[in-house]
């Protein structure tokens, strides 16, 4: 969702006017920001809009903020995005300053090389994580609209073990890689962790194209990462 300059200092002004508190509201088909009470126990931490918002309005995004917190959207953010069926849009706000309102759940696609890393879906931000990278690389290369997982920062330190659990959902099986791995093939590594909490998927020549934490995406040497690989898996499911 491509955010005008209005609309941007608008989100951010009601940010600022509703901090300590979550500010929220919606986007309507006009273009006009209209912010909304935010019906939650905890303001602070949450937000909920008014039960009647989609009766009463005709929305085509959702914005909020989050409160002395990174602007990376949480599980529940995601998991509502996907509900609404409407791009969210996000920003954080703290005593002294604002971030920038991004966008995500919509078609736009970053560019696939030096997107800077941050935790979950692509957005607006041309941001995003290793997941969402190659989510972006099977739309773009291969026509393949890979699901969308809500998933929480850091959720390899919290019990879960996404990729071993969802891989099969999405279309993968586990291969024995003999050689040069076949196009579209994912690598996925265990970093600094006890589950697989990162994936790479092979490109051409040798190459595969991955985003790590704290650094921008890009094509490397995939035999560079030879000992980190635990197990290949390949996209067999036919749409």
């Known amino acids: 969702m491509k955010l005008t300059e209005n609309q941007i200092n608008k989100i951010k002004e009601y940010a600022r006017f509703d901090y300590p508190n979550e500010t929220c509201g919606i986007i309507n088909s006009e273009g006009k920001v209209i912010r909304l009470k935010n019906i939650a126990e905890d303001t602070e931490t949450h937000f909920i809009l008014p039960h009647n918002t989609f009766i009463s309005h005709d929305v085509v995004g959702i914005f909020h903020s989050h409160c002395n917190k990174a602007n990376d959207m949480t ?129 051409e020549d040798q190459f595969f194209l991955h985003h790590l934490y704290n650094r921008l995406s890009r094509r490397e040497p995939a035999a560079r990462w030879n000992r980190m690989i635990s197990r290949w898996v390949r996209y067999v499911k036919k749409d």
């Not at 996907?82 to 002294?96: G, M």
């Not at 800077?116 to 997941?131: L, M, W």
């Not at 996925?188 to 006890?194: A, G």
Request: glycine share 8%; aromatic share 14%.
């Open 75 to 203: 599980e529940q953010d995601m998991q509502s995005q996907i509900a609404t069926s409407v791009p969210w849009i996000l920003c954080a706000c703290f005593p002294d300053t604002i971030t920038e309102p991004f966008s995500w759940g919509d078609d736009y696609i970053p560019p696939l090389i030096g997107r800077e890393f941050r935790h979950g879906a692509s957005g607006s931000d041309d941001k995003g994580d290793c997941y969402a990278l190659i989510k972006d690389w099977y739309f773009l290369e291969k026509g393949v609209k890979l699901p969308v997982y809500p998933r929480s920062n850091f959720w390899w330190d919290n019990g879960k073990d996404l990729y071993s659990d969802f891989f099969g959902s999405a279309g993968f099986e586990e291969v024995d890689v003999k050689g040069i791995p076949q196009i579209g093939d994912v690598a996925l590594m265990k970093i600094r962790s006890k589950v697989e909490n990162h994936a790479a998927v092979f490109v």
